[in-house]
């Protein structure tokens, strides 16, 4: 999709689908209404992507790419620790929303049912989350700031700092969702001590 015209069916596209995928779960959602409500034919929806699974990827993509987006637009003057703190301030924005909780139960609850799920949402997440942070990493070590590593674990890693328990404990209704000035703190402190771990001798 190329054309202005295409541009608006594939927004119109994503958003009856985000709606449907939350409103109805993976299970029930339907094709056929996704398609009405984008105003468009069930067709030309299987013009765009293969299958429900490949449209769940899409949705997932567009929602995750944001906060790597804003990274990317970050000035190359700015430290890593402010290109990461960026990030992950959007990115604990977006896991703490209202769709992203949404999107986390909708994966516990149906994940182990439907594969293509879980498929959909690991690899979303690794290509729109993980790897942009990864190449942060990597492109840090080059320069010698931080010591060669796994980044891809490293990444995890911080991710799992982040979000990973305090996530899990609102979805289920174990604990608040954390608020903005509680999200910033937590970033801060997981990136204080992630940074520290991995500064070393090699850091410049």
């Known amino acids: 999709m190329t054309s ?3 541009e608006q069916l ?5 958003a009856a689908a985000k709606t449907e995928f939350l409103s109805n779960g993976y299970a029930g959602a ?3 209404r996704i398609a009405s409500a984008a105003g468009i034919s069930k067709k030309t ?3 765009y992507v293969a299958s429900k699974q490949a449209l769940l990827f899409e949705v997932m993509a567009d929602v995750l790419s944001g906060p790597a ?10 430290s890593l620790a402010s290109r990461l703190e960026l990030y992950l301030e ?5 896991a703490f929303s209202e769709q992203g909780l949404a999107s986390y139960r909708l994966l516990m609850s149906e994940g182990a049912r439907f594969p293509e799920l879980a498929e959909a949402y690991v690899n979303s997440l690794d290509q729109y989350a993980l790897q942009p942070v990864a190449r942060e990493l990597e492109q840090a070590a ?3 700031h931080i010591v060669q590593q796994d980044y891809r674990l490293a990444t ?3 991710f799992s700092m982040v979000a990973a328990e305090t996530l899990r404990d609102a979805a289920i209704g174990l604990g608040a969702v954390p608020d903005e000035a509680q999200r910033k703190a937590l970033v801060a402190q997981a990136l204080s001590i992630f940074l520290h771990g991995i500064s070393g001798p090699a850091r410049g």
Request: overall charge positive; charged content about 25%.
């Open 156 to 158: 995890r890693m911080l």
């Open 142 to 144: 080059r320069m010698g």
């Open 69 to 78: 987006q804003r990274m990317a637009q970050a000035s190359p003057e700015q």
């Open 4 to 6: 202005s015209s295409d």
């Open 10 to 14: 594939k927004i119109r596209l994503l």
């Open 45 to 47: 929806v299987y013009k």
């Open 30 to 32: 339907n094709v056929g």
């Open 90 to 94: 959007g990115f604990s924005t977006l």
